[in-house]
């Protein structure tokens, strides 16, 4: 089974409007973490957001935030007033301690914002 | 801060060939990781290191060695290039362990290799 799963290959969203990348993960260990990252066409990866498994409080940097429902192991990006530099692929990521902490990434959603 | 620095970051080699891909860290992460990105795919775990001269295979390890002699480099060889080889290559460095309450243990990334095999 895939450890992280994001349904949404493709996303559009107008300039200034707020919009939600989906990521759905499967774990049976407790401790785990979950993280978004950003990859602009220039290749590198970059660092968003970050869930603890025990954090009780939804995580919020900036204009990012992550809507974290442990029940439905699910942990969306929710992006507000998108600007054009928001145009990437996002990857869900999530670590497992019992898995010697490995990352394992999903496949992406592509995101471009319409001006 | 330099991070993590891989190099090269462009690479063409011929089937047969064989190479290493340099990456070092500068943070003192124990653990450290080599993925690979084929197009429009995500990341794939190829070897990963939990500190100075322990390594374990990945997802997809098949054609390539690791080592791990010091806690700042984990260089990766490809033996005998294949074209299915051809991809985006990512090493990354992380603190040890989740700890509640510590923050956010994110892997750090280098800038990437891109490596043909023609």
């Known amino acids: 089974a895939q450890k992280i799963t994001q349904t949404q290959p493709g996303m559009f969203v107008q300039e200034k409007e707020a919009v939600t990348l989906d990521c759905t993960y499967d774990?049976?260990?407790?401790?785990?973490?979950l993280f978004w990252y950003k990859q602009p066409s220039s290749g590198e990866m970059i660092f968003l957001i970050y869930?603890?498994?025990?954090?009780?409080q939804n995580a919020t940097e900036g204009r990012y935030s992550l809507n974290f429902q442990k029940a439905r192991k699910s942990a969306n990006l929710v992006i507000s007033a998108s600007q054009l530099g928001d145009s990437a692929m996002y990857f869900c990521a999530m670590r497992e301690t019992n898995t010697g902490n490995q990352f394992y990434f999903g496949t992406g959603t592509s995101l471009t914002v319409i001006p | 801060n330099a991070g993590v620095t891989q190099t090269p970051k462009f690479r063409i080699l011929k089937i047969g060939q064989s190479m290493t891909l340099q990456c070092t860290q500068d943070?003192?992460?124990?653990?450290m990781y080599w993925y690979r990105q084929d197009p429009g795919m995500g990341l794939k775990l190829i070897y990963y290191s939990v500190g100075a001269g322990i390594t374990d295979k990945g997802e997809v390890p098949n054609g390539y060695n690791v080592s791990r002699s010091t806690t700042e480099d984990f260089p990766l060889r490809l033996e005998l290039a294949a074209p299915s080889q051809t991809s985006v290559y990512f090493c990354a460095s992380s603190y040890p362990v989740l700890v509640p309450g510590q923050g956010a243990p994110e892997a750090f990334f280098g800038q990437g290799t891109r490596l043909t095999v023609v």
């Open positions: 774990t049976s260990d407790p401790s785990y973490g």
């Open positions: 869930q603890g498994s025990y954090d009780q």
């Open positions: 943070m003192n992460h124990n653990y």
